[in-house]
C-alpha cells in the first residue's frame, strides 16, 4: 500500500476523476483532458497523493489531509 505524503494541488471533474496540478493551484474554470475530451473541474483543494498517482497525475480517491496517510481501501 502506498503512502499519501506528496502535497499538491487537485481538482474535482463531474466524471469522478481527481486530476493533479504540481506547479499551481488551478481556477475552477480550469479543464483537465480525460481520454482525449475536455471536462471541467467543479472544486479544487490541496492534499497528499502517493508518488504513483503523483505520475499517473490522477488520483485514485480525494487527497489526504494529513501527510504519511495511507489511501482508504478499494471498493469491490
Request: glycine fraction near 8%.
Amino acid at each position: 500500500m502506498a503512502i499519501r505524503n506528496i502535497k499538491m494541488w487537485f481538482g474535482f471533474c463531474p466524471n469522478g476523476h481527481i486530476p493533479l496540478f504540481e506547479d499551481r493551484k488551478p481556477k475552477e474554470v480550469d479543464s483537465y483532458t480525460d481520454c482525449g475530451v475536455m471536462v471541467s473541474i467543479s472544486r479544487v483543494g490541496e492534499g497528499y497523493v502517493s508518488h504513483e498517482e503523483r505520475a499517473r497525475g490522477v488520483a485514485n480517491s480525494t487527497p489526504s489531509n494529513t501527510p504519511n496517510a495511507s489511501p482508504p481501501l478499494a471498493r469491490l
